[in-house]
């Protein structure tokens, strides 16, 4: 008994010596009770966009349970955008345009679009002048590209290459080839016009083409031998001045470099001796800026096209226009066949988002490549001449088989930004693009196209601008102009800026590396000036 007294008065001080301990349990609180209880139909979330379960029709159809939307009207139908309910769908490419055909013959749109196209008081009363004019050519006017009205009687003096009469309309047939006789024709409206090509003509800055010797100094090219290695330019070796507005492409003359040509945005193409600085030829035959030029694989004859939506294949020696081609749209770029056989073939990315292959001898198109969604910037030839790569305002790259208009392959890709420009490295295994977000991107140009991710050049600012994407012809360094006149080197190994310096006053839109000489770098610019570095 004492011994049981012990125990307990020992466990007593014990307890009595600790703090005291609460234990107690925490109440469990259902924070998302059921709403409907024994319901046997499938509840789903109104704005879930995946079904796991395999759901019947009155449950997919049954109305909404459970509490309302604190913020929402009762009678507000449910949308998952500001402008309403947005629901995503499938539907080819031919049935997306037949019903934006049919949007756009919709009344309420064609009334808006009436009044946003409003006519300006000026506006009529000059149309009400031409219309008087009409009248009084017996109902022809005929408009020029410079603006000026020919009557009828004179349309006759406006001929072709080949000395063909132009056609009237009342003498066109349903073969008639707008672009082979000279002219195409604008709408507008229910108002159409014939816009003609201005008259060509050819000055020739020296006395003769031919040197001592009797050798042609444009076709007949110096005995040159490629240097193995480039090297950086240090110094501004040379400066050729002669166009009157900015010089937008600047292209050597085959094969070994020792001229070259320059279009200008005042309709001019002029053919340069490098070493001396002169002009040798100038050629007119656009009323606006030239976008490109293309010489042949000999380098007689080239294509030139311009704003005016013209395109022209001159003779280098002589100036002679071989023929003028047009359909109505502007070309952005020309290019001869690949294949040496095929020199009477010719391509041109146009603005009607169509890349058209004319043939010379017959002056029509004769195959289209119209896939894309917006206006062809570039078109590069690929694995040696079986494919071509197009790039357009639709921020995509098609790759077509050669005389096929089919697509073989596309990329897109939301983050893609527009490519107007594009040059073949001199390895022919990879050519490089000018992207829009200030960076140059290479594709391998092989049986196998894809992007090469470990060469990407950046550091320049071209935004807003095609600066031309140019090789050393060893393929060591890739150079690009910017938007402040500058000219930037990469290395292509590394991808790392090697260099970049000041070249002009304005945008550098232009630039080729020379293909023999070792370190010599041609650029031009929106300042009416070109530039030799060495």
């Avoid at 003359?253 to 279009?263: D, N, Q, T």
């Avoid at 071209?462 to 012809?473: D, I, L, N, P, R």
């Avoid at 930037?488 to 000041?502: D, E, L, S, V, Y």
Wanted: aromatic letters at 10%; proline letters at 4%.
């Amino acid at each position: 008994k004492l011994q049981f007294l012990y125990f307990i008065g020992k466990g007593y001080l014990k307890s009595m010596s600790e703090p005291t301990r609460l234990s107690y349990k925490r109440p469990m609180v259902d924070l998302a009770p059921d709403v409907v209880e024994e319901c046997d139909i499938a509840l789903q979330d109104t704005g879930c966009t995946e079904v796991q379960a395999n759901l019947r029709a009155d449950e997919m159809f049954a109305p909404e349970v459970g509490p309302a939307h604190p913020w929402r009207a009762p009678d507000a139908a449910y949308r998952n955008n500001h402008a309403g309910y947005y629901e995503e769908s499938y539907m080819n490419e031919h049935m997306f345009h037949e019903n934006y055909k049919k949007a756009l013959q919709n009344t309420q749109f064609s009334e808006w679009k009436s009044k946003k196209t409003a006519k300006d008081p000026r506006k009529l009363q000059k149309e009400a002048e031409e219309r008087k004019k009409a009248e009084e050519n017996d109902g022809d006017t005929v408009v020029t590209a410079g603006g000026e009205v020919i009557q009828k009687e004179d349309l006759k003096l406006v001929t072709t290459a080949t000395g063909e009469v132009a056609k009237t309309e009342e003498e066109e047939d349903d073969g008639h080839v707008e672009g082979h006789t000279m002219y195409w024709t604008e709408k507008k409206g229910e108002k159409q016009r014939r816009v003609v090509a201005c008259d060509a003509s050819f000055v020739r800055h020296v006395d003769s083409v031919y040197d001592y010797q009797g050798r042609n100094i444009l076709l007949d090219p110096p005995s040159r031998s490629k240097s193995s290695q480039c090297y950086l330019p240090k110094k501004l070796k040379n400066t050729y001045r002669g166009h009157n507005k900015g010089v937008h492409v600047l292209r050597w003359l085959p094969p070994v470099g020792h001229m070259f040509a320059s279009g200008g945005l005042e309709g001019k193409v002029k053919i340069w001796n490098t070493e001396t600085a002169k002009p040798i030829h100038t050629y007119i035959g656009h009323d606006l800026g030239v976008k490109d030029i293309a010489f042949s694989f000999d380098g007689s004859k080239f294509l030139s096209t311009a704003h005016d939506r013209f395109i022209r294949e001159w003779d280098t020696e002589t100036g002679k226009v071989l023929g003028t081609y047009s359909n109505g749209s502007l070309a952005n770029v020309v290019k001869y066949h690949p294949d040496p056989s095929k020199s009477n073939e010719f391509f041109a990315g146009c603005s009607d988002y169509q890349l058209h292959q004319f043939d010379t001898s017959s002056g029509t198109i004769i195959r289209s490549y119209d896939q894309h969604l917006g206006a062809i910037n570039t078109c590069t030839f690929i694995d040696s001449g079986r494919k071509i790569v197009t790039t357009s305002d639709d921020k995509t790259i098609r790759i077509w088989e050669m005389d096929l208009p089919v697509t073989i392959k596309q990329v897109s890709d939301p983050a893609m930004h527009s490519l107007p420009s594009a040059t073949m490295h001199p390895n022919g295994r990879f050519f490089g693009l000018q992207s829009m977000d200030n960076q140059i991107l290479m594709y391998t140009a092989g049986e196998r196209f894809q992007l090469h991710r470990k060469k990407r050049f950046s550091g320049h600012l071209t935004a807003g601008y095609a600066c031309e994407v140019g090789f050393s012809h060893d393929g060591s360094f890739v150079s690009s102009g910017n938007g402040d006149g500058e000219i930037f080197i990469w290395n292509w190994k590394n991808c790392k800026m090697t260099k970049h310096f000041k070249c002009h006053d304005k945008v550098l839109i232009s630039h080729i590396w020379h293909p023999t000489e070792s370190s010599q770098l041609l650029t031009s610019s929106w300042d009416s000036t070109i530039k030799l570095w060495d």
